[in-house]
């Protein structure tokens, strides 16, 4: 996340000083996404509040994995984003989806140990990264996973342990894209109360979500979003608008899709 300049297309998050007062942790303003022929984000400006649930909902192809792109810096466009950290402006992130090589001899253990340790994992796990795996791990559901190869793992499954690895250390803004999908009723409860215990812990969450209840349940603020803002404010009323309730799916249906 990096600066950006006036005039320049390859724009990327500004990083301020620290902002002791303001409420803001990122701002997004005036964001334009072009690619080729086709406008896929047009103007968009939004504000995450420090210490929030901030949910980003729209129909399929409204671009709102590519704005959550455009936040990591990994796709050009112009406007600016601006972060005002208060602390190491560290960065958890949860994919809508990850694809493993199955051929690859890697297991859960040996994925959340990569960033843990020095050593390289084929000569060994320490004794101290296997114990905060294994914390990792019982804190979002998968206890006993540890041997399992990372290539055999559900799609809801694999979104947790990409969880438990963007939660340690406790992100200053963690963003999740669609990280409840193909999670059962238990997994559902349990990722929401995560959410709830890392905010009283000092994060920020951003969100993308085709879970409208979930949304209501957890979120302090929406976005709806269409390739442009078409609404935003606080969660349960916001969504119960008219013009959002015809703009979105009805329900939990939505939640394998962007």
């Known amino acids: 996340m990096l600066t950006t300049a ?22 997004i303003i005036d964001v334009s996404i072009r690619r080729y022929q086709e406008q896929l984000l047009s103007r968009v400006s939004l504000s995450v509040s420090r210490g929030t649930v901030h949910a980003i909902v ?10 959550l792109v455009a936040l990591l810096g990994q796709i050009p466009f112009d406007g600016r984003i601006v972060a005002h950290w208060r602390r190491d402006g560290r960065i958890g992130y949860v994919p809508q989806s990850l694809i493993i090589d199955p051929s690859l001899p890697v ?12 050593r390289p994992v084929c000569f060994g796990i320490n004794a101290a990264v296997r114990q905060r795996a294994t914390a990792l791990l019982h804190e979002v ?16 499954e694999l979104r947790r342990v990409l969880l438990a690895h963007a939660l340690d250390p406790i992100p200053e803004l963690l963003i999740l894209d669609e990280a409840a999908s193909g999670l059962d009723e238990s997994g559902v409860q349990q990722l929401e109360e995560l959410l709830r215990t890392l905010v009283k812990r000092g994060a920020t969450v951003l969100m993308v979500s085709h879970d409208l209840e979930q949304v ?11 390739r442009s ?10 969504l119960a608008q008219e013009r959002v309730a015809a703009l979105l799916p009805s329900g939990r249906e939505g ?3 962007r």
């Open 216 to 226: 209501r349940r957890v979120a302090d603020r929406v976005t709806v979003l269409d």
């Open 229 to 238: 803002v078409i609404s935003e404010g606080p969660a349960v009323e916001t």
């Open 255 to 257: 939640r394998a899709r």
């Open 107 to 118: 297991t859960v253990e040996d994925f959340l140990a990569l960033t843990r340790q020095r």
């Open 6 to 27: 006036a005039g320049d297309h390859d724009r990327r998050m500004r990083h301020d000083p620290p902002d002791v007062d303001g409420p803001a942790l990122v701002e």
């Open 141 to 156: 559901g998968l206890k006993g996973l540890e041997r399992r190869p990372l290539s055999v793992l559900s799609g809801g």
């Open 58 to 67: 729209g129909p399929n192809g409204a671009g709102k994995t590519t704005l």
